[in-house]
């Protein structure tokens, strides 16, 4: 694997550790209520977007391989020029259902040199 596709991808792989470690024992109403929470998490998801974009455009194979990651990319976009419609509601839903399977798509690209 090239370096720079190790580095993204080790990248994103930080990002989701930290959205884990910032949520872990958390609930919806504790997102809701936290700004700090929710800014801290809003970062992360910013910078699995950001970091999506630059390995699709250094291997678009590898990033097609990690599932919704067109999804990814266009919630970084809400996040960063749509700040103000961004649903707390679903971005928590994101947390839960999304960044488990995230994790292990990154995972499991990193285990393959």
Known sequence: MPPDVKSLLSD??????????????????????????????????????????????????????????????SFRNVLIHGYDVVDDEITWRIVIEKVPILRREIDALLANP
């Open 12 to 73: 994103m792989q930080h990002a989701v550790a930290g959205i884990e470690l910032f949520t872990s024992g958390k609930s919806l109403a504790d997102f809701k209520i936290d700004l700090m929470l929710r800014r801290a998490v809003e970062r992360q998801f910013s910078i699995i977007g950001e970091a999506l974009t630059r390995l699709r455009n250094v291997d678009a194979q590898i990033a097609n391989s990690i599932s919704e990651s067109r999804g990814i990319i």
